[in-house]
């Protein structure tokens, strides 16, 4: 099952996408629990974070799609 370079490219970007996601979450709730955020900022970045997973999820099941489609 050989993946097309747009399908590789594509998955490469998921990924990304996730790792920095990730960590720029981390990173901002470490900043904000330093810095004395409140509550509803806090919350704001989780929020932000759902988005950017959601996103990412919404993508790779695109990807997914288009390689089933691919096997045909």
């Given at each position: 099952?050989?993946?097309?370079?747009e399908q590789s490219r594509r998955g490469r970007v998921i990924a990304l996408l996730i790792a920095s996601v990730g960590i720029a979450y981390v990173l901002l709730l470490a900043l904000g629990s330093q810095l004395g955020?409140?509550?509803?900022?806090m919350a704001f970045f989780d929020l932000a974070?759902?988005?950017?997973?959601?996103?990412a999820l919404w993508l790779l099941y695109g990807l997914w799609r288009s390689r089933r489609n691919n096997e045909d």
């Open positions: 099952m050989g993946d097309t370079p955020w409140s509550q509803r900022t974070a759902l988005a950017g997973f959601t996103m």
